[in-house]
């Protein structure tokens, strides 16, 4: 695979998140009287207040687009991409907002925009580069991409038949799921896709689950991210803090191309806009909460072709504390189904004892319920068809130069009132090859190369062994 920077799309904007130019540096700043800076912080914080009251007029109309025309949507969506971009005027009365885009180089554009940077700077608003992002790029290396051992494997996407889900019953799902040493309580809550008519005249709101399309479109950003052909930024403000990723839609289509899932933009756009509005609650089993919130926790256009994401808390954090896995992410989407790819991922994730060369084989286990509970496949009353299904899957990875050696499945046998013992689960023992073991093994060397805290304080003894390992047969196709 070869790595994509996106063609001839515009770069990614530098300014500060949301309202446009930074405006004057910090020195700048100390060289203005008391006096005029006080006038530009209040001017600042007026302005704030008038974008921050449209935006949120704006994101109620969009969120409930009913009767809404598609003009009318790409006009509401226009002027929030205005409003975030410091562009928008705003005139205010009891029944509606009107926007106009302020000229640039006018003098009152150039004074708004340079009391708000004033303001911003004032309350320590400002963009950095991560400096925990540099071990998470994998540059060098176009077959890999980096997994999350807790949060890539809580149910969030199902790739059942009912991915519509029309009644307000169905709209959440409940699963119970084991990680490690942790038992994990997931509550998902589908998101909402827009649907227009063929007139284009009216659009019809459904509630959807994510499934296998933005499954492959979050991993593509992933792996755009771990390749830094995407932006990532750290942004703060005063105590809170969010990371964002800046792309554009073709660099996800290319790359999904090059996996054999080729999506039009319009698609991967939907995908992007579902994420951002499905929703995961996860509880320990003791009942301590450990995240709430959507899968993307923003989604949005800027200037040009540039879109940008701002990730979820867990997923920033497991980010922040180094807490990811290497995987070779070609041989992954190198599997038909998205039943195979989860396995495949499940195992790397999570079988961290993989036999070394010359060592004994070692068998990693699981059960028909963990992939029920993880969401991957749907829950029936006949466990011998989801058998078939999981069999299907273990065929395709095993043999020679792929993931698995061999495998053997196993009845669970329940009891009835009748004295029969019906199966009421499977047991699955799976032996990966060497190739996949190594890959295993790799990505334990890496991890604890990266948590040295020996290393972690000579930043480029850390960087030479990282570069070494690299080199590794592991790191091969």
Known sequence: MTSTTGGNEPPVDEQTYGLGSDGMTRREIEEINEEALRVAHDEAAARQAEWTKAEKRLLADIND?????????????KWLAEIRAGKAEIQ????????????????????????????????????????????????????????????DLLPKFFFGSDRDARKDTQNSRERKITIGKHTYNVTALAGRVIRYKKDGSAADVICRWPSEREEVVSRALRYLVAQKNAKLSHWTHGQKSHERVAFSIGQIATVLSEWGHAHNHSEIDESLKLLADAKIEVKKNAGEAVFAGHLISEYYATAGAERVVVLNSMEADALQREEYLALNISRTMALSTPLARAIRERMVLLFRNAPGRGEAGKAWSFTLTDLVQGGIIEETT????????????????????KDIEKFKAEPIYGTSEKGRKPIVDWKYSVWPTQRTADEIINGNTEKHVRQDPVLKKHETAMQQRLARLAQSPAYGK
């Open 65 to 77: 687009p009913t009767g809404m025309t598609k003009a009318a949507m790409r006009e509401h969506r």
């Open 92 to 151: 205010e009365n009891e029944d509606s907002i009107t926007f106009r885009i302020q000229k640039t180089g006018s003098e009152r554009s150039n004074k708004s925009l340079s009391a708000i940077a004033r303001f911003k700077s004032e309350t320590g608003y400002k963009q950095s580069e991560l400096p925990f992002a540099q071990n998470f790029v994998l540059q060098g290396l176009p077959d890999w991409s980096r997994g999350f051992p807790v949060y």
């Open 382 to 401: 006949r466990p011998d068809r989801n058998a078939k299904r999981i069999k299907a899957a273990l065929d395709e990875m095993t043999g020679e130069g």
